[in-house]
Every structure is written in C-alpha cells, then in structure tokens.
C-alpha cells in the first residue's frame, strides 16, 4: 500500500511545472491576454451603457450581457477609476 502511496505521489509531483522554470515571454503573454480580456470587458460595458442609456445598476448590466456578477463587479471598479 505504501509502495502504490508513493507512486502516486511521484507521479503527481512529476507532473508539476518547475516554478523556477517559468520564462518571462510566457509570463508576459498571459498578463497581455488578461489586459485584453478586461479591456473586452469594458468595451461591452460601455457599448452596454451607450446603447441602453448611461445609468443602470450593475443587476442590469449583468442581466444584459449575461455576464457573472463577479466579472461585472471588478470591470465596473476599473472603468470608475
């Protein structure tokens, strides 16, 4: 039982990237998809808001779009500042 226990955990481990590993064009291509993503997100917004009048309440917005309140929420937070 002990020899299949540390089997698997071998394995697993195995599996694992190496943090130490990690090049910076990967790096910096995800942070660039995720700026995207959030700029994606305010562009809906504000065609949103643009078309359907500038004020609703964010229950609007999310009902809208169909967007997760929790998206909504943070795209909301950086278009405000």
Known sequence: ????ASYVIH???SRLPD?????GPEEAYVA????ADLFN????ITNFLTENGR???PSGIVKGLDL????VSPTLKSLHE
């Open 19 to 23: 943090p130490e590993d990690s090049d």
């Open 41 to 44: 997100r305010e562009e809906k």
């Open 11 to 13: 394995r697993r481990r």
């Open 55 to 57: 004020e609703r309440y």
């Open 1 to 4: 039982m002990i020899v299949i």
């Open 32 to 35: 660039a998809l995720l700026k």
């Open 68 to 71: 997760p309140k929790s998206t």
